[in-house]
């Protein structure tokens, strides 16, 4: 007997779905296209449009006897960049960014070499935890609470005084008086603060870099007859410096951009972020901020050039 099976195959769904996403499926690149407008609309709309439109507002005209603005446009306000005072404050904040970025470094390498060569399993967990712990906190009372640590009376200069370390501390920072309330008024005070908050993005980058680093290369180092000193120096350290420059991208751009440390902590005198805060909300000097504004893009489009060719980006 001979047995027929009628089976049904299977109508295939059509419909303009099915439609979409096979024409989707067969042109990858129109699929990666529609994705990525939405983004990058609004991108271009909330960010590079409010950006553009405050730097167009930097040639505009500040009257400064009815403390107005208006739409005649001046390069006066670029120009007033390169006076003096100006310029001392583009160069203060300048050696700032550039201080921080190379004391981070120093900071972050042995305690990123440590987490990626000598922990493993709950012990680099801990020291994940540690690192990322600080950046859990308010960044204001972060700031705020260093300004009690520096002022007399404080943490920081109990232990100097603890130690008699005065004489040595004003020989080096060329401050009289640190053992009064100076230290919470001096640019040191205020590069510590800097580089305690910026530290943890020092560290990770560091910490991912070493980690790919391969460890029959440091096998073969050692095969090839080189001392531990020998194989850091030339073969750890260069292989290390992406992500050390990857880590200095963030350290370098938030103390170019930083407003509220250079308020509370150190000697009275603008930073670039200051600058741009007391322009356009206590002057009201909108053309003015917004040649400012332009100080730091300009700085960190010429750093982010100098470190992509240490590999910066790669590290990242």
Request: hydrophobic share 55%; aromatic share 14%; proline share 7%.
């Amino acid at each position: 007997m001979e047995l027929t099976l009628n089976a049904e195959r299977p109508r295939a769904a059509s419909g303009p779905l099915r439609r979409l996403s096979s024409l989707l499926y067969s042109r990858p690149a129109l699929y990666l296209t529609l994705l990525l407008v939405p983004p990058l609309l609004w991108f271009g709309a909330i960010y590079l449009g409010s950006l553009l439109s405050l730097l167009w507002q930097g040639f505009y005209t500040f009257d400064d006897f009815t403390m107005a603005v208006t739409p005649d446009l001046t390069l006066a306000n670029f120009a007033a960049l390169f006076q003096a005072a100006n310029f001392d404050i583009i160069l203060r904040t300048l050696g700032m960014a550039i201080a921080v970025s190379i004391a981070s470094a120093a900071l972050a390498f042995p305690i990123a070499y440590y987490m990626a060569r000598y922990t493993t399993g709950k012990t680099k967990a801990f020291f994940y935890i540690a690192v990322m712990m600080p950046m859990w906190a308010s960044y204001i009372v972060k700031a705020y609470a260093w300004t009690l640590l520096l002022a007399k009376g404080g943490v920081v200069m109990w232990f100097v005084q603890a130690l008699h370390l005065e004489p040595l501390l004003e020989l080096l920072l060329g401050v009289p008086g640190v053992g009064g309330s100076t230290l919470s008024t001096s640019h040191f005070g205020r590069f510590l603060v800097f580089v305690y908050i910026w530290l943890p993005f020092m560290i990770l980058p560091i910490q991912a870099s070493l980690e790919r680093l391969p460890p029959s290369l440091l096998q073969a180092s050692a095969d090839l007859g080189a001392h531990p000193r020998q194989t850091f120096m030339q073969v750890v350290l260069p292989l290390s410096i992406p992500g050390i420059a990857a880590g200095s991208i963030f350290t370098f751009s938030l103390t170019l951009g930083d407003f509220i440390v250079p308020q509370l902590v150190g000697p009275p005198g603008y930073f670039i972020g200051s600058m741009v805060y007391a322009q356009q909300g206590a002057i009201g000097n909108m053309p003015m901020a917004a040649a400012f504004t332009l100080v730091p893009i300009v700085l960190i489009a010429i750093y982010l050039s100098i470190v992509k060719r240490l590999g910066a980006f790669d590290a990242l």
